[in-house]
């Protein structure tokens, strides 16, 4: 029997929540809508869900203070979020993704486009493993089976788009990795004209490894690169 992706919503809009879970149990998931954060919460204590889908704006509590404490707590660290939003200024998207979240759709969207985004961020999560399940390049050590990176003896706390990258990044090793490549594996679909989202990333990934994000170089015009050499 096929396991079903687990997929929680919060929208405080019935009817967007309506359409919303119409769309995605259609497209085979499994699917429980919240009009609240506090349901949310609760439901979280019976089962981790395979990705979130949390409106901005809701009734007591806004969804990116949600975001910021799934990052936290460490059942749910990993777990992709999406967040829906009315705002379409890039300072708000940035924030959102700046606090944890992986990905964003503006209202008014298309169900094709909620579908296509969550359809994709799934296939990233739950992508195949390579055999390798230590990688390691300077003091930077990234454990596949616990989902962890340590720098040293410190333990370096990322989001899932963070953690995916520089996966992508230490597994490809000395090789650069140009950035339609990069846009594809980790963000899954056509994402022209968000390259800054990628370079956005890239500066707060290198930042949270502190000295052993200078292993992170830049090819101009090309992508990135990671080898043992500090630049």
Not at 97 to 115: C, Q, R, S
Not at 141 to 157: A, I, N, Q, Y
Request: glycine share 6%; proline share 2%.
């Amino acid at each position: 029997m096929e396991i079903k992706d687990r997929v929680l919503i919060v929208e405080d809009d019935k009817n967007i929540l309506e359409i919303e879970m119409f769309a995605l149990k259609n497209s085979g998931y499994q699917v429980e809508g919240f009009e609240c954060a506090r349901d949310f919460y609760k439901k979280l204590e019976e089962k981790q869900p395979d990705l979130a889908l949390l409106d901005i704006m809701l009734p007591d509590e806004d969804g990116l203070s949600i975001v910021k404490k799934l990052r936290t707590r460490q059942d749910t660290v990993l777990v992709p979020v999406i967040m829906v939003t009315a705002k379409t200024t890039e300072i708000d998207k940035v924030k959102g993704l700046d606090l944890g979240a992986d990905d964003y759709i503006t209202k008014p969207f298309g169900v094709m486009e909620l579908i296509s985004r969550v359809k994709a961020m799934l296939r990233r999560s739950q992508k195949t493993q390579d055999k390798d399940k230590i990688l390691k390049i300077g003091n930077i050590v990234l454990d596949r089976e616990k989902h962890s990176v340590m720098v040293g003896k410190e333990p370096v706390e990322l989001t899932y788009k963070e953690y995916e990258l520089l996966k992508l990044l230490m597994t490809n090793a000395g090789i650069v990795t140009t950035r339609e490549l990069i846009l594809d594996r980790v963000w899954g679909i056509d994402f022209e004209g968000e390259s800054r989202t990628l370079d956005m990333h890239i500066k707060t990934l290198r930042q949270k490894l502190k000295e052993e994000g200078s292993l992170i170089k830049t090819v101009r015009n090309v992508g990135y690169i990671m080898n043992g050499e500090k630049a």
